[in-house]
Structure formats: C-alpha cells, structure tokens
C-alpha cells in the first residue's frame, strides 16, 4: 500500500471510525488493498466490510489469494462484495462459514438479470434432494441434512439478491418482489421436506397460499411469510385422512422454515390470517373456507385476502380458492360496519405499539409504512368494486393504478411512492445487517451512521439520514389524510393544482365506504361549503379534508358534515370562525367530535354558534359563583324580566354547551358532570330568584321584600346528581318578616315562585328549565310556597315514610342563607330520626318500591337494559342506599348526606355493605348514569332505555370511552354490572 492510501487521515475521509485497526487490517491484505480502497470509502460500514473480508480470505484458504485477485482485477465483483461486507454481518459471517459462495458474486450477468423465480425454485427443491419436475426428496436424505442444505440454498441465492440490491441499486420493487419469488421457492422446497417425513403423504392436495407481504411480491428481507393452507382429498381417500395428512403437512412444513439448526432459521411461517385464527384448524376443504368467509369473516379479513395468491403446493387448487373468495373480497366495503371494523383493525395495530418505540417505529408508527398500506388498500377496496383496475395485491402497483385513473392526484400519487419506496429501502438497511426481523430505526450513533451511509448518504450521514426520514414521515401523514378526503371535494368544487378528479358516482362510493349513509346529501353539503371564489370557500376547501377525517371517525358522519354546514352558514362571514379552525387543530377536532356524535351538542351550538370559540377553552363545568354574577351582570342589562331571564338562560345555555363538550370528548367523568350540570342550576334559580324578587318587588311597590325566600333541591338535584335531561325538583320556602302581615308574605312569595317557575319554562332558544315542586306536602294539592313554620307543623304531625325518604335528598341550596340553615334544622331530625325507622316503616318502604317495579317501567320497555327501573338500575341502588340511611344515618354521621355514592362510601365504612357489594353498586350507579347522559347527548332528548338503534349504541359507546366496534362489549358490561348489582339489591335491600 502506499503511503497515501495508509493514511489514517485518508481513511478517516473515507469513512473508517478506527483508523489504526483498518489500516493494520489493510497492510495485512497486501496489494489488493489499494485499488479497492476507493470502493470501501462507499459502503455502508467500511470497518466492518475490512474486517469480514479479512475473515473471508483467511477462512477460503488456498483460495484466498485467488480472491485478492479478483477484487484487485474486477471491479464489478469487487464492488458487490464490498457493499454485502460492510452492509449485512449476517451475510459475512455466512461466507465465513461459507467461503466458495464469494464466487456466486463474480457472476457477470449479476447486476444486470434478475434471477427468475423458476430458477430459485429448482434450485432450492434440488438442494433438499427433490426433482423440480416431481417435487418429492429423495429417500435417502435425512431430514436434518435437507434442512441444512435448504438454508445454505437459501442464503446463496439471498447472497446474490443483496449483492445486486446494494451495488446496482436494484428498484426496490424488484428487491421484494425477487424476495418473494425466493419465499415461495422455499415453500415448495420445505413442502417436499415435509412430504418425505408424512406418512400417506399423498392422500391430500395442499396448497399454500401466500397472503401479506409474500403474496403481494413485495417481502422484506427477514419477515414472517403468511400464508393460508387449503386442501382436497386426494383420489380414493376420506376427508377425515386428508384432514389429518394436510395438517401434518401444513405443520411440517411451518417447523422446515422456523426450526434452529447448525445453519441457523430462515424465518417464521405464520397461519394466523386463516379463519377463527390460530383458535381455528390448520388446513380447510375449499368448500369449508367458501363457507367460512361467505358467513363468518370479519371486514379486515377480506382486507387480507387482497393479496392472497397460490405459492407452493398445487397450484391449481390454490387458484380455485382465490377465485372463489375474490368476489367476496370485492364487496366487503358494501357491508355493515366496514369502516368501524377497519378503523378498529387499525386500532388493535397501533395498540401493540411499545410506546419507547413509537417515534423509531417505520412499519407501524405515525406516518410509517401501515398507514400507506391501509391507505391504498381501503381505496382499492372501495374503488375496486367497479374497477378491475385497481384489483393489485402490490402496494406500489395498486398506487400507481389508483393515480392513473384519477382516484389520487398524480404529484400526490408520485410523492406517497417515493415516501413509501424511502422507508421500505430503510427498512430493508435496517433487517439486513443482522437478517433480524425489526422495523425499529436504531437511536445508536454506530447503527445510525450505517444506515446513513447505506442510503446514499455519505456526508453527514446521520443528519441527513435523520432528516430525510423525518421528511417522508410528514409527508405519509399528509398524504393519508389526503387521499381520503381531498379528492372527494374536486366532485363538488373548483381546487387548484394536481388533484385526481373523482366522478360524482366514485365520490359517493368512496363517501359511503366511510361511513356516510347519504353520500349524496354528503355531496350536496361539501358543494354548499366549498363552492364560490370567496376567501371563506378557500379556507373550507383547505379545512374540510381532515374535518371529513373527522367526521368519518365518528358515529354519525351525516350528522357531523351536516352540522358543520349550518354553523358555518350561521357565522358567515365572520372573521375569527374559519381562521380559529385553521389555526387551532384543538377547536377543529373538538368541533367535528361533537357534531359527528351529539345532537344535543350540536342544537346547542346551533342556537349559540359562537360557543365554537369556547372549545379552545378549559371545558371543566365551572363555580356557582362567578356563573350568577356573569348572569346577574346580563340580566341587569335588559328592561324587564322576562328579557333578564332570557340573558340569563343565555348564559345557562353556554355553560350547557361547556358541560356537553367536556363529556363528549372525554373530559368529564360523571360525577364532574352531574356537579357541574347541579351546580349550574343553583347558578341559575339564583340569579333569577333575584331578578323575579326584584320585579315582584318593583310591581307592587314595595321597598322591601316581605318575607325571605329559599329554594330546597330534591331529588337527583338535591343528590348532586342532575343529567342533562333532569328536572329541577325543589320545595319553596319562605319565613315573613317581622312586622310583616302572613297574607302579604304568603302572596309576593307565591308570585316570585309562580313567576320564577313561568319564565325558566318558556320556550326559546336554550333548553327549558322545569323547576318541579311535586315533591311538597301534600303533593300538587299542597300550597306550592309554605312558611318555615307550616312544614314544621306539617312534619311534626304528617310525614309518611316516602316523604322522610325523599327528604334524604333535600339541599337547601339557593336563597337566603338563613332561612336555608333553619330548614335544614328542621328536616334532620326527620329524615335521620333517632332509632331509625321501625319494621312497618321498612315494609311500607318496600311495598312502594314494589309497586314501582310493577307498575312504571314504560310497557314494552326491557327491564334488563333500563337505566332507571330496570334490574340493578339506578332506582334499585338508590332505594337500597336510601333504606339504609333511613335504618342507620342517626348512629353514622356519614350518612347523613343526599348524595348517593357519598352515602354508600360511609355505609361501606360502618361495615353496613360489604367492600365488594358497595364496589359492585358503586361501579354500576356510574355506568348506568353515565349512559343515561351519553344517550341524552346522542339523541338530542331524553330516554332511560339503553339504545337500540346500530348507530345510536355506537354513539352511546364512543361517548362512553369504547373504541368503534365495541358496542356489544358496552351491553355486556351493563349487563354484567346489572345483574351482580341486583344480587346486591336482594340481599341488601330486600332481606
């Protein structure tokens, strides 16, 4: 070597990281060192490649120098080996072990023919001892020997792929599709290896088909192959024989490819994708999997069996089962549910994700490899129906289809192809360094530095790596969303630039494969959006991609693009609505979620559009406090009460709409909304108790107001525990002042009640608020105010063991502060009477609660999935947590409380429930109250019975934190909770 060539600053400016071992490794070497030095300074790792060629040539012996000679002479050879030495170490230390394969690499039609796949096939079933023509091995091959002759075979064909890949950058279509052509000859050559050790072998035609990767010609270097077994009896055998001979096989077959020998494994033959999975058989007739599919199979395995096609076996049967299952395969975008079960497939993906992994992630993370799979797959799958076109089991093939006939825009369609040809490349670097089967991007300088440099990059290899990768990510991620939805807008509006132009009929197709019931009211709405040359209809065009994402990934996408259209239309042209959706990510998704889930929602914004600021906003219910002077401050501002009442029911709605957003998009728990619903109600019979006081007052000339007034909540309002279709029970109270004639008292508190009651029950734009005094002595026959003094009166010589139980719940919440401790005062001693209550008091009890049982569950309600009177319901819970506070609240201070689980927390305490009955109550009362919202939210109006309607359960269970397609399992839960509650309510309740 010269001078020059030996210098560690040279081989540092070729790459080397260790100068002193190259460069003693290289004097070793002799004189074929300095004319390929060159070639290493461009090999991925050219410490490593020094290092394995060193190897090699000790380990080829007398050849060695024989060798040295040909990288020295040829450059062609010399460059394929290199590149294979300083890329795979796998590869090297096969030719260690090896060392006559180097020869394959000096083959001079390497870099320019691709091997064909019959070759590799032949090759491979010879070197386990079976004729290519009749595929069976030869008796006297052992087993052990032709699996080790089958993984030399496989890696000196591997050998020469990788040298061409490497050094003649081999498309990366040619790479997987020669892989794949490699997996299937291995197939053949593992199925004739099982058929030498499978007694009766010849009593069952198997076929394999290969599904994935392998069966779309696009395999990675180290992947599991999938693939699906099939069978017929052979002539003159039973189907029982051939069963158990096409298992056998299949399993051998799966064990030849998969076991560890002294030439190491090839890779793992994987069977899951067959039908009912590994839970079902190895091998089906081709009628039993004509049944299975045509019956049983879920969306996603249609989406698998796009790339299903005969590899290894007999063909001929293998054929029969794809044309049998390809019409299936074509019209699994019309069926029930296909987007839901898609997103969920997509979903069970990412959840296998080790979260430290997540942003290394090529294959499944954000913006790697799946998403552009699942992608052109649910494109073809919705498109392919009515175009043979797109019928490719190829990713890259099915995209270029998809660009040409205008379903992805061509600069779209060119970009998602060179995203998706970088990561697999990366991919491929990453897998066959050590042949480990990994889609992890490396985070170790070494590793990266590698990687850079195999991929081109030979100046700062790491950054540019890095930044690259980077780079096509966003890309990918932009692109996904693009190709859904993007397209669907040049049906129905002007875009500029290279987008595919999808007819109204492919639009409405590809609108209803998402999840719109009606594609062309869908239509209709995206035209009204995004028609016109205004700066809004730009802004929209923009917008509505990712909000049709959005949408689609709701319950109720009609819903949800409908929405969006009335409350654009509401806010025209002002300035800050299209602009916080453009800028704010947060305030758009937030939107899309309530429109594509809760009608209730959505009627809130429609009466109060500007709410749409307030999503970017905190979504916790807030305080009672600033609430009432927010309203008092706007009832100020208008002339009489009815318009004061009106403001302050404004402000109401608002908050409303605070509370549906926060529980539609998982915010709030159910306690957080009951409080807040709860809470805002004290907020608003405050503020207008003082406004309807202030006008009584003002009417009829008084200075003062005669006589105090408050107002008790009852009920589920005085529980803490209002839904959104709640009523607000309360009791009217009120205590004269001194001086003050009763009958003047009597009358303004009376009018301040009945007025107070009117305006809140007007109809308008906000939802009413009910205010219910049914609960007063002596019901709706009973004055509707009384003193202080007339309930002590009526209390003292009266009350009946319903009303002690329904005074449990009583709050005195709104009013003046006084008054409201009196009352309290004077109900404690009933409702917590010392002793408790007797025998005929529970039995009473009891007999009401039978009635209720028997008599007001709605007819034709089903008493297992009713929320309030059904089995375990709310109303079993809260009767049996009421009873016991009746039975032990004046020995348990903790019980003295009107609210239900507050209740049950001390009951609990006291050893008055066993831990896991008070859970079981505990979890049920939430679930039940939960769903009792989330269906009021859904609906738009209120209803106790757990929906029956596919897309309102779906809703019912978005809301309820389920992912899509897990309505049933929300039904099971209810279920489940129900009936172990009901147990708890015999026991505890009942006796």
């Keep these: 070597m010269t001078r020059r060539a030996s210098g560690k600053t040279h081989l540092l400016r070729l790459g080397f990281t260790d100068p ?23 090999v991925a790792d050219p410490d490593l490649a020094v290092a394995a060629l060193a190897r090699l040539v000790e380990a080829a012996g007398d050849d060695g120098a024989e060798l040295l000679d040909t990288l020295a002479d040829d450059e062609g050879s010399a460059m394929r080996l290199l590149r294979v030495l300083g890329a795979s170490e796998a590869l090297g230390h096969h030719l260690h072990r090896h060392p006559e394969h180097w020869r394959e690499l000096t083959d001079p039609v390497l870099g320019s023919t691709r091997a064909p796949a019959y070759a590799m096939r032949a090759d491979l079933l010879r070197a386990v001892g079976a004729d290519p023509q009749h595929p069976a091995p030869a008796a006297s091959l052992d087993r052990r020997a032709a699996l080790d002759a089958l993984r030399v075979e496989y890696r000196r064909i591997l050998l020469r792929l990788a040298a061409r890949d490497l050094a003649h950058d081999l498309p990366l279509e040619d790479t997987a599709a020669e892989l794949s052509d490699l997996a299937v000859g291995t197939l053949d050559a593992a199925l004739a290896v099982a058929r ?39 002539e003159d055998a039973d189907e029982q024989t051939a069963l158990r001979v096409a298992t056998q096989l299949a399993s051998q077959l799966i064990a030849v490819c998969g076991e560890l020998t002294a030439e190491g494994r090839i890779w793992d033959v994987d069977a899951a994708l067959r039908p009912e999975g590994k839970a079902g058989p190895l091998s089906r007739t081709l009628a039993a999997m004509g049944a299975y599919y045509e019956r049983w199979a879920s969306t996603w395995e249609f989406q698998a069996l796009l790339k299903a096609r005969p590899a290894a076996g007999d063909l001929e049967l293998g054929q029969a089962f794809v044309e049998r299952v390809q019409p299936l395969v074509w019209r699994a975008a019309e069926r029930d549910g296909f987007v839901a079960d898609t997103q969920a497939m997509r979903r069970r993906v990412v959840a296998h994700l080790p979260l ?18 699942f992608a052109v797959q649910l494109l073809q799958l919705v498109h392919g129906r009515a175009d043979e076109r797109l019928r490719s089991p190829s990713t890259l093939s099915a995209l270029a289809a998809l660009t040409d006939g205008g379903y992805v825009g061509r600069e779209d369609g060119e970009t998602l192809h060179t995203a998706y040809a970088f990561l697999r490349t990366l991919e491929h670097r990453i897998q066959l360094h050590r042949l480990r089967r990994t889609h992890v991007v490396p985070d170790d300088e070494p590793s990266l530095r590698r990687l850079g440099r195999g991929m081109g990059y030979l100046k ?12 096509q990510r966003r890309e990918v991620r932009r692109l996904h969303e693009k190709l859904f939805y993007r397209p669907l807008l040049s049906a129905v509006a002007r875009i500029p630039g290279d987008v595919g132009r999808l007819s109204p009929e492919s639009a409405a197709r590809r609108l209803a494969a998402l999840g719109y019931d009606d594609p062309a009211a869908a239509l209709r709405n995206l035209e009204a959006l995004t028609q016109g040359l205004r700066r809004a209809s730009d802004i929209q065009r923009a917008l509505l991609p990712v909000m049709l994402q959005w949408f689609a990934e709701g319950p109720d996408p009609d819903a949800g693009l409908f929405g969006f259209r009335r409350i654009s239309e509401a806010l025209g042209e002002t300035h800050w609505y299209l602009r916080t959706l453009r800028d704010e990510g947060m305030v758009a998704e937030r939107l899309a979620r309530l429109l594509s889930t809760s009608r209730y929602a959505t009627t809130l914004l429609e009466r109060e559009p500007e709410g749409v600021r307030m999503l970017g906003e905190s979504l916790e219910p807030r305080a009672t406090e600033p609430v009432v002077d927010e309203m008092l401050a706007a009832g100020r501002r208008r002339d009489d009460a009815e318009q004061a009442v009106r403001a302050i029911r404004g402000v109401r709605r608002r908050e409303l709409l605070r509370i549906a957003a926060g529980d539609v998009v998982g915010l709030s728990d159910v306690m957080a909304v009951s409080e807040g619903l709860t809470r805002l109600t004290d907020a608003t019979l405050e503020a207008t108790l003082h406004v309807v006081g202030e006008a009584v007052r003002a009417e009829r000339g008084l200075a003062e107001a005669p006589t105090a007034i408050a107002i008790v ?8 525990e209002l839904s959104y279709a709640s009523d607000a029970d309360v009791l009217f109270v009120h205590r004269p002042a001194d001086g003050v004639d009763h009958q003047v008292a009597s009358s303004y508190a009376l009018a301040v009640a009945t007025e107070l009651r009117r305006l809140l029950a007007l109809s308008g734009g906000d939802p009413a608020l009910i205010v219910d005094a049914d609960l007063r002595p002596e019901g709706r026959s009973g004055p509707l105010v009384r003193t202080l003094d007339a309930y002590a009166a009526y209390y003292e010589k009266w009350h009946s063991a319903w009303e002690k139980q329904a005074l449990l719940r009583a709050d005195a919440v709104v009013g003046d502060a006084e008054l409201r401790t009196a009352f309290t005062a004077l109900i404690d001693p009933v409702r917590y009477p010392a002793g408790g209550i007797g025998d005929d008091e529970i039995h009473e009890i009891r007999r009401i609660k039978g009635r209720v049982d028997a008599e007001r569950l709605p007819r034709g309600a089903d008493p297992a999935t009713h929320l309030k009177l059904g089995r375990g319901g709310l109303a079993d819970i809260e009767w049996t947590v009421q009873l016991l506070q009746l039975r032990h609240a004046h020995d348990v201070v903790g019980l003295r409380t009107s609210r239900t ?34 269906v009021t939210l859904v609906r738009g109006r209120p209803s106790d019975q757990l929906p029956h309607a596919a897309r309102e359960r779906r809703a019912v269970a978005a809301i309820m934190g389920y ?6 399992e929300l039904v099971n ?15 505890v309740f009942w006796g």
Excluded at 713 to 720: D, K, N, S, T, V
């Design 973 to 987: 839960d209810y279920l489940r909770l129900t009936r172990l509650a009901r147990g708890v309510v015999d026991r």
């Design 460 to 471: 700062e290899p790491i950054e540019s790596l890095v930044a690259e990768w980077q780079r």
């Design 20 to 42: 002193d071992t190259a460069e003693a490794t290289l004097q070793a070497l002799g004189p074929a060192a300095e004319p390929i030095l060159a070639m290493l300074g461009l």
């Design 713 to 720: 909540a009852m009920g589920r309002y005085g529980g803490f």
């Design 901 to 934: 689980l507050d209740a049950l927390a001390a009951a609990r305490h006291a050893g008055l429930v066993a831990d896991e009955d008070a859970v079981v109550l505990d979890e049920a009362w939430r679930m039940a109250s939960r769903i009792r919202n989330a």
């Design 196 to 234: 030498s050790v499978v007694p009766n072998a010849g009593a069952a035609r198997l076929a394999v088909l290969a599904m994935g990767k392998c069966g779309g010609h696009e395999l990675n270097y180290v992947s599991d192959v999938d693939v699906v077994f099939v069978h017929e009896p052979a």
């Design 963 to 968: 992912p899509a397609g897990s309505t049933d």
């Design 356 to 373: 430290k992994e997540a942003d290394r992630e090529l294959k499944l993370g954000e913006g790697g490899l799946r998403d552009v799979e």
